[in-house]
Nanobody, 123 residues
Framework: QVQLVQSGGGLVQPGGSLRLSCEASGSRFSINAMAWYRQVPGKQRDLVARITSGGTASYANSVEDRFAISRDNAKKTVYLQMNSLKPEDTAVYYC?????????????????WGQGTQVTVSS
């Protein structure tokens, strides 16, 4: 079993910055891609940024050039640095990791979600 713990988030003024973190823990697993999603009430959860195991990052058009995703494989942690925040960035942000679980007889792919953290951009 894998657990994810998110930290960061909160209230920030437009133009400000925030950093989100998401740490994975557990045993007998490896991490492939890691990602951040966000969701506003009444809407679907949308992909914000994703980083592969090799470190290749991709972003939603709405956050490109403002957000940066990174990962620390030794700490099993993914980060999202958010700069030049806008009111429309207000949402609950979720981390997501794709894992390979080592069972007694082989391996299985499994995806996990963090608990979510509120980001509010308002003056």
């Amino acid at each position: 079993q894998v657990q994810l713990v998110q930290s960061g988030g909160g209230l920030v003024q437009p133009g400000g910055s925030l950093r989100l973190s998401c740490e994975a823990s557990g045993s007998r697993f490896s991490i492939n891609a890691m990602a951040w999603y966000r969701q506003v009430p009444g809407k679907q959860r949308d992909l914000v940024a994703r980083i592969t195991s090799g470190g290749t990052a991709s972003y939603a058009n709405s956050v490109e050039d403002r957000f940066a995703i990174s990962r620390d494989n030794a700490k099993k942690t993914v980060y999202l640095q958010m700069n030049s925040l806008k009111p429309e960035d207000t949402a609950v942000y979720y981390c997501n990791i794709e894992t390979l679980i080592y069972t007694g007889t082989g391996t299985i792919h499994r995806t996990y979600w963090g608990q979510g953290t509120q980001v509010t951009v308002s003056s």
